[in-house]
């Protein structure tokens, strides 16, 4: 078959339209692609800085989710740049290892391990309110016959830990003050939480048990029994409550956006909510100073009983 020159010419004219318009398919097709891809809002969401924020053994870990949990969530809803976590430890040992090596960005310790985690990094931003709480408590048995604190010489004595402050040193300290060699004379058993502390009185595995008030008004709730059978001997003074800390590398807008929502949780029916699980009125502003008592109280404590530097 012959073909014309210009026959010719019009067929390699047509092959260049032809191969033109697959390139320019090929490129549409990818730029179709491109838009089905991840977009970068989701990339920062998935992103975020994440900002541990580790409590202390307070309750067992479980209870301690189940009430932190949603503070966390509310901290997260109004606060966008970062995502904040609770973290529990499985004991006061673990909580303190974690705390003095820096690996909270905030955190929730208790009065004696705020004042420590001053020389780790740490700086006090606020508190827990309701200071006429955090003071120690005996339970025993109502059917005990423990009647005055040498009573106890001799006998099992449960508390959660050696550096709890509230529930162990303060009162070891009250039974020093009130007769009792307590390193010497009492058998002295750190249970692990403030939830076994209670069970061992009721159960009848120690013939007392220290504790603070809310862990108590807690565990009675959800278990009337305990009300009925076990009541509060003794208690303490009170010194300031546990306290919030923060690294010092945290941007202050961080700490005071996480400040402004803690501090003024009792303002609305949310956080009031919140705050109830806790056994608590209201966070308030603290700063380092505020734990002076809790230093004086401490050297005394390491002068007539123990160090507890030396239980971590």
Same mark, same amino acid.
């Given at each position: ?11 390699k ?7 033109l318009?697959?390139?320019?398919? #090929? ?32 309750h067992?870990?479980?209870?301690l ?15 966008d ?9 499985r ?6 290892e974690?705390?003095?090596a820096?690996?909270f ?11 420590t985690?001053?020389?780790?990094g740490?700086?006090?931003?606020? @508190? ?12 025993? /048995? ?12 001799? @006998?099992p004595?449960?508390y959660?830990?050696?550096?709890a ?11 020093? #003050?009130?007769?009792l ?34 862990? +108590? ?5 959800? /278990? ?5 059978e076990?009541?509060?001997? +003794? ?8 306290g919030?800390?923060? /690294? ?30 806790m056994?608590?009125? @209201? ?18 404590f ?6 507890? /530097?030396?239980?971590?």
């Amino acid at each position: 078959m012959h073909f014309s020159v210009s026959h010719c010419q019009f067929i390699k004219n047509l092959t260049r339209v032809l191969i033109l318009a697959l390139m320019f398919l #090929q490129t549409g097709c990818g730029e179709e692609q491109s838009v089905q891809t991840p977009t970068f809002k989701q990339a920062s969401e998935k992103d975020k800085t994440v900002y541990r924020f580790g409590i202390h053994p307070l309750h067992n870990p479980e209870r301690l989710h189940d009430i932190f949990g949603p503070v966390m969530a509310y901290l997260n809803k109004h606060i966008d740049e970062v995502e904040f976590k609770v973290e529990a430890s499985r004991n006061y040992a673990h909580y303190d290892e974690k705390l003095f090596a820096g690996e909270f960005h905030f955190s929730l310790p208790n009065p004696y391990q705020t004042i420590t985690s001053l020389q780790h990094g740490y700086r006090v931003f606020g @508190k827990m309110g309701d200071d006429h709480n955090f003071r120690g408590i005996f339970l025993v /048995r109502k059917d005990s016959d423990i009647g005055k604190v040498t009573d106890l010489k001799g @006998k099992p004595v449960s508390y959660p830990a050696p550096t709890a402050l509230a529930a162990t040193m303060m009162p070891q300290y009250y039974l020093y #003050q009130n007769g009792l060699d307590v390193m010497n004379e009492v058998d002295n058993r750190y249970v692990g939480s403030q939830e076994s502390s209670i069970m061992n009185v009721f159960l009848g595995h120690s013939v007392a048990g220290a504790t603070w008030p809310p862990p +108590w008004l807690a565990l009675s709730k959800e /278990r009337p029994e305990l009300a009925k059978e076990l009541e509060i001997k +003794w208690q303490t003074e009170p010194l300031p409550n546990n306290g919030l800390v923060v /690294r010092n590398d945290i941007p202050e807008s961080i700490v005071k956006e996480v400040s402004d929502l803690l501090l003024g949780l009792h303002t609305h029916e949310e956080g009031r909510n919140m705050l109830e699980k806790m056994e608590l009125s @209201k966070f308030e502003a603290a700063d380092d100073a505020t734990y002076q008592p809790v230093i004086d109280f401490i050297a005394n404590f390491s002068r007539d009983i123990r160090d507890p /530097r030396k239980e971590r």
